[in-house]
Nanobody, 120 residues
Framework: QVQLVESGGGLAQAGGSLKLSCAASGRTFRTNAMGWFRQAPGKEREFVASISWSGGTTYYADSVKGRFTISRDNAKNTMFLQMNSLKPEDTAVYYC?????????????WGQGTQVTVSS
């Protein structure tokens, strides 16, 4: 089972950028599709973006398309989420996880997440 640790969150102004990292332990990281999810206060956790095991295929929620970029470095067992043109509605706790073959549904244990706060 892959264990995950998210980092890189913080406070940003609207229009700013942040880059999140997801460090994974376990050799199976390199063979799993991975995704980012987020949960805003009072809302359910939602899909943000996902990437195939090779990095060759990516998917994005409509709300972040064109602003966020997902990537991975299998040699370092790490996945990233570059977030540009941030909006206050991007404020949430961000989590990474492995995803099923549909690339949007998570499986596996959740990490502690990393808080992203965007001020207007």
């Amino acid at each position: 089972q892959v264990q995950l640790v998210e980092s890189g969150g913080g406070l940003a102004q609207a229009g700013g950028s942040l880059k999140l990292s997801c460090a994974a332990s376990g050799r199976t990281f390199r063979t799993n599709a991975m995704g980012w999810f987020r949960q805003a206060p009072g809302k359910e956790r939602e899909f943000v973006a996902s990437i195939s095991w090779s990095g060759g295929t990516t998917y994005y929620a409509d709300s972040v398309k064109g602003r966020f970029t997902i990537s991975r470095d299998n040699a370092k067992n790490t996945m990233f989420l570059q977030m540009n043109s941030l909006k206050p509605e991007d404020t949430a706790v961000y989590y990474c996880n492995t995803v099923w073959s549909d690339f949007t549904k998570p499986f596996g244990s959740w990490g502690q997440g990393t808080q992203v706060t965007v001020s207007s």
